[in-house]
């Protein structure tokens, strides 16, 4: 029995994309991920402003009116009347628009957010600040390093879609610019270890 001549090509993958043909799905994955990102702020934006203006009217009423007087202590040293004054006066002045929080949120401090939500919120938030700095960092590097060494590959094979030449594909397993990658891993590697090093210092 003879056995045929084996193909070079194992696997063949064809891309159906229409938007943009040759790049694997990426335009699908990434025009979903901005119509979900604008529903879901268009959402939190519109529920945000409504809760807003009930959460306002729910604080200048009267303890006995509300419902969250239930979990107020009984004969509490404060009366009622001051307690909503106090809180009247600190709250925030009226928000007259859906998107003017995004600008008050840059305008906060530490200070702000400790004395509002705790020092618990501060950390969480100072964690993704950390997650930000370290996601540019390795962008950066990624666009100015890591793609060229892919782009002037020495393969450029034809099975190659567009988007594979950008990637590590596109360099010969005999090539020395393989060495980019592993010494570039190593340095993420070491400088997440350094910088949630140095975040774990602000707890003590």
Known sequence: MSVGPICD??????????????????PYNLLLNVIGWVVLMSGFTILRKLAWDYGR???????????TGIFSEAGGGISDCGSVESEEQNLPANDPGY??????????????LQSKAGIDAVQYLRF???????????TVFCLVVILPVNIHGTLKSPDLQKFGVTTISNISANSSSL??????????????????????????
């Open 9 to 26: 090509r194992v696997n063949t993958y064809v891309n159906k994309s229409r938007v943009i043909p040759g790049y694997e799905g990426i």
């Open 57 to 67: 009217m729910a604080m200048v009423q009267p303890r006995k009116n509300r419902w």
């Open 99 to 112: 998107l003017t929080w995004i600008i008050n949120y840059f305008k906060l401090t530490t200070g702000d």
């Open 128 to 138: 993704h600040l950390y997650l930000i700095i370290y996601t540019a960092i390795t």
């Open 179 to 204: 060495w980019v990658h592993t010494i570039f891993g190593i340095g993420f590697f070491l400088l997440a270890f350094f910088l949630m090093q140095h975040f774990s210092r602000q707890f003590r």
